[in-house]
């Protein structure tokens, strides 16, 4: 079989569809109601809610909307969890597991209603959901999930004898009716009209380089001071040890054109382990994509990303007849959370300032949880979920998860010093390359623009200081700790860092 070769720079479907939404970038000092640090699907629904009910609110974002893990999801909208309802049910009983259930439902029907209300044209679709069998697991597994979600009243939920498709067999599936999907950046498009109609500013290209509790100074000395301010920016800022409860991971992401309606619409995924997960998108008048994703690992602890692809890419040929190429690839984050909820609300460490992270593999209903939550706490009103997901909630049941992770970030921490290298000279890069070269005792950073320029950086992590790696498919240093990625050209992509590495050019 003739696999594809993924050595160019990714760029997910979503972007490829839709026009870049970029802003000026703020280039004076500011005063708002509200500042919200993130213009991606959490950062824009909250400003979004807040703005309707005539708040003063100012959005900023480092790069262009969505730019970030927004762009880069597969869309999603679904109540069914990574961890399962069971292990949910396990960790923090019945009562609580009822109301993430209730959370992620109505999460759905919010974004929803957005959608009708403001007229938004997404491709939102309501469709069902499936998890079937990989070959290694028995029906006990779906059997267990099933009468965990009848417990908590998810009735409709049901085991079905085959997914409603024939060319792929793989007996007993759990059937979840009444999930959804759609474009997430066209979803955004539809945001920023209504937060702008409502008097909502926006800025992109304004990266923020530090916070307090009454302001924030941007990365050109610019501030901007706020009565409360969202961090929306997947991996909090500003949060002392809080990533220690967190872990970082990348899933990838492969579509093939197919002919229209060859694959039902619905939101399919597997019980393997790291999971594969499908749906289909409406491409043009006679043809879908069919997206799969997979291949979880922790971010920065990969050292062949094309052979996971291709591995993917394997497994959705196998699997999915019709999947003839790859027309569209891409990678993406996910923060998992130590005990499986996400963490929204006011931060432990400062006043004024509110969070939301550890989306896991629901980023799109969590966000829309986390915008009702931060409008009702900022308009003081009752929120039945706001202690669920409270940031400052502990979990003794979820120690096992704590001590493994953070077991792999020392791990990462000591082994990353002592390794040599992936590059014995930078000399050998060609352009759109990058690798880690050690000189003497130092790591260095090494990248080789498209115009053969190279650029040289400390490759010590400026969170914590774990030694970065090449991500040869995103073309960025990814760090294996917790998840900091810095491009090519030494700039923080994604957190917890918030400075640059260190130029060691000359």
Same mark, same amino acid.
Request: proline share 3%; aromatic share 10%.
């Given at each position: 079989?003739?696999?594809?070769?993924?050595?160019?720079?990714?760029?997910?479907?979503?972007?490829?569809?839709?026009?870049?939404?970029?802003?000026?970038?703020?280039?004076?000092?500011?005063?708002?109601?509200?500042?919200?640090?993130?213009?991606?699907?959490?950062?824009? !629904?909250?400003? &979004?809610?807040?703005?309707?009910?005539?708040?003063?609110?100012?959005?900023?974002?480092?790069?262009?909307?969505?730019? =970030?893990?927004?762009?880069?999801?597969?869309?999603?909208?679904?109540?069914?969890?990574?961890?399962?309802?069971? #292990?949910?049910?396990?960790?923090?009983?019945?009562?609580?597991?009822?109301?993430?259930? #209730?959370?992620?439902?109505?999460?759905?029907?919010?974004?929803?209603?957005?959608?009708?209300?403001?007229?938004?044209?997404?491709?939102?679709?309501?469709?069902?959901?499936?998890?079937?069998?990989?070959?290694?697991?028995?029906?006990?597994?779906?059997?267990?999930?099933?009468?965990?979600?009848?417990?908590?009243?998810?009735?409709?939920?049901?085991?079905?004898?085959?997914?409603?498709?024939?060319?792929?067999?793989?007996?007993?599936?759990?059937?979840?009716?009444?999930? *959804?999907?759609?474009? /997430?950046?066209?979803?955004?498009?539809?945001?920023?009209?209504?937060?702008?109609?409502?008097?909502?500013?926006?800025?992109? =290209?304004?990266?923020?380089?530090?916070?307090?509790?009454?302001?924030?100074?941007?990365?050109?000395?610019?501030?901007?001071?706020?009565?409360?301010?969202?961090?929306?920016? %997947?991996? /909090?800022?500003?949060?002392?040890?809080?990533?220690?409860?967190?872990?970082?991971?990348?899933? @990838?992401?492969?579509?093939?054109?197919?002919?229209?309606?060859?694959?039902?619409?619905?939101?399919?995924?597997?019980?393997?382990?790291? @999971?594969?997960?499908?749906?289909?998108?409406?491409?043009?008048?006679?043809?879908? !994509?069919?997206?799969?994703?997979?291949?979880?690992?922790?971010? =920065?602890?990969?050292?062949?990303?094309?052979?996971?692809?291709?591995?993917?890419?394997?497994?959705?040929?196998?699997?999915?007849?019709?999947?003839?190429?790859?027309? &569209?690839?891409?990678?993406?984050?996910?923060?998992?959370?130590?005990?499986?909820?996400?963490?929204?609300?006011?931060?432990?460490?400062?006043?004024?300032?509110?969070?939301?992270?550890? &989306?896991?593999?629901?980023?799109?209903?969590?966000?829309?949880?986390?915008?009702?939550?931060?409008?009702?706490?900022?308009?003081?009103?009752?929120?039945?979920?706001? #202690?669920? &997901?409270?940031?400052?909630?502990?979990?003794?049941?979820?120690?096992?998860?704590? !001590?493994?992770?953070?077991?792999?970030?020392?791990?990462?921490?000591?082994?990353?010093?002592?390794?040599?290298?992936?590059?014995?000279?930078?000399?050998?890069?060609?352009?759109?390359?990058? *690798?880690?070269?050690?000189?003497?005792?130092?790591?260095?950073?090494?990248?080789?623009?498209?115009?053969? %320029?190279?650029?040289?950086?400390?490759?010590?992590?400026?969170?914590?200081?774990?030694?970065?790696?090449?991500?040869?498919?995103?073309?960025?240093?990814?760090?294996?700790? %917790?998840?900091?990625?810095?491009?090519?050209?030494?700039?923080?992509?994604?957190?917890?860092?918030?400075?640059? !590495?260190?130029?060691?050019?000359?």
């Amino acid at each position: 079989m003739k696999l594809s070769t993924f050595s160019r720079q990714m760029e997910s479907y979503w972007f490829s569809d839709v026009e870049p939404l970029k802003f000026q970038a703020l280039q004076e000092n500011l005063s708002t109601d509200i500042l919200i640090v993130g213009g991606g699907i959490t950062g824009l !629904l909250t400003a &979004y809610c807040l703005s309707k009910l005539g708040k003063k609110v100012t959005v900023v974002d480092a790069d262009q909307i969505g730019g =970030g893990e927004t762009g880069c999801t597969t869309a999603h909208l679904t109540w069914v969890l990574d961890s399962g309802y069971a #292990e949910i049910e396990k960790f923090f009983g019945a009562e609580k597991a009822r109301l993430v259930l #209730e959370s992620h439902k109505s999460a759905i029907d919010f974004i929803e209603n957005i959608i009708r209300e403001e007229k938004i044209d997404c491709n939102f679709k309501r469709v069902s959901g499936y998890t079937f069998l990989t070959s290694e697991d028995k029906k006990e597994t779906l059997e267990g999930e099933l009468k965990a979600l009848h417990g908590l009243g998810a009735t409709d939920t049901r085991l079905e004898p085959k997914l409603p498709f024939d060319f792929l067999n793989t007996g007993i599936c759990l059937h979840y009716p009444n999930q *959804a999907q759609f474009h /997430p950046l066209k979803f955004l498009h539809g945001l920023v009209g209504c937060i702008q109609k409502n008097g909502g500013q926006i800025f992109t =290209g304004t990266r923020i380089s530090h916070i307090e509790t009454d302001k924030v100074k941007t990365e050109n000395g610019n501030e901007i001071k706020a009565r409360q301010i969202i961090v929306a920016t %997947h991996s /909090p800022i500003k949060n002392i040890l809080f990533f220690l409860k967190e872990a970082a991971y990348r899933s @990838y992401v492969i579509a093939s054109k197919i002919k229209k309606n060859e694959v039902p619409a619905g939101l399919y995924c597997d019980t393997e382990e790291p @999971y594969h997960y499908i749906r289909t998108q409406s491409f043009d008048a006679i043809s879908d !994509l069919l997206i799969i994703g997979g291949e979880d690992h922790k971010t =920065g602890q990969n050292d062949d990303y094309e052979a996971t692809f291709n591995r993917l890419e394997t497994w959705a040929k196998k699997n999915f007849p019709m999947f003839q190429k790859t027309d &569209y690839a891409w990678s993406g984050q996910i923060i998992e959370s130590m005990d499986g909820l996400a963490f929204i609300g006011p931060s432990p460490y400062h006043q004024n300032i509110y969070i939301a992270t550890g &989306y896991s593999g629901n980023g799109m209903t969590y966000s829309a949880i986390a915008a009702m939550i931060f409008r009702d706490l900022l308009l003081e009103k009752e929120n039945k979920s706001d #202690e669920l &997901y409270n940031p400052t909630r502990k979990n003794l049941k979820s120690a096992g998860n704590f !001590l493994k992770e953070n077991v792999n970030v020392i791990k990462e921490m000591v082994t990353g010093h002592l390794e040599s290298g992936d590059r014995e000279t930078s000399e050998q890069l060609s352009p759109g390359e990058g *690798a880690i070269v050690k000189k003497g005792l130092a790591h260095l950073a090494v990248y080789r623009d498209d115009e053969g %320029h190279l650029h040289t950086f400390s490759a010590i992590c400026t969170h914590l200081g774990c030694v970065v790696q090449w991500n040869s498919s995103q073309k960025s240093f990814d760090c294996p700790c %917790h998840g900091s990625r810095f491009s090519g050209k030494g700039e923080v992509i994604c957190g917890p860092a918030i400075r640059n !590495l260190k130029n060691t050019d000359g």
